[in-house]
């Protein structure tokens, strides 16, 4: 089994910073793909940020500039640096892992989710 802890998430003013973080843990046999998704109050869940283990990214459109992704692969952690955030970045945001566990193959990992919230 694999597990994702997110941490990071909290209260903060439009313009100010926060930084979340995912660490995976488990029978992982190699991990592809790390990202993040976020999902606001009566929204459709989004992807804000993903990084391959080759370092690619692919950023959303409404965080190009603001936020960047990044991964320490000795950690299996995934990294998202969020700065300038706007109130329309308020969300539950989710980390996601596409990895080869030692049980069931290539699969989807989720986090719980960690709530982020900027004030204006």
């Known amino acids: 089994q694999v597990q994702l802890v997110e941490s990071g998430g909290g209260l903060v003013q439009a313009g100010g910073s926060l930084r979340l973080s995912c660490a995976a843990s488990g029978k992982i046999y190699s991990i592809n793909r790390m990202g993040w998704y976020r999902q606001a109050p009566g929204k459709e869940r989004e992807l804000v940020a993903a990084i391959t283990s080759g370092g690619s990214t692919n950023l959303a459109d409404s965080v190009k500039g603001r936020f960047t992704i990044s991964r320490d692969n000795a950690k299996n952690t995934v990294y998202l640096q969020m700065n300038s955030l706007k109130p329309a970045d308020t969300a539950v945001y989710y980390c996601?892992?596409?990895?080869?566990?030692?049980?069931?193959?290539?699969?989807?990992?989720w986090g719980k989710g960690t709530l982020v919230t900027v004030s204006s």
């Open positions: 996601n892992v596409g990895l080869y566990d030692s049980d069931y193959g290539f699969n989807n990992y």
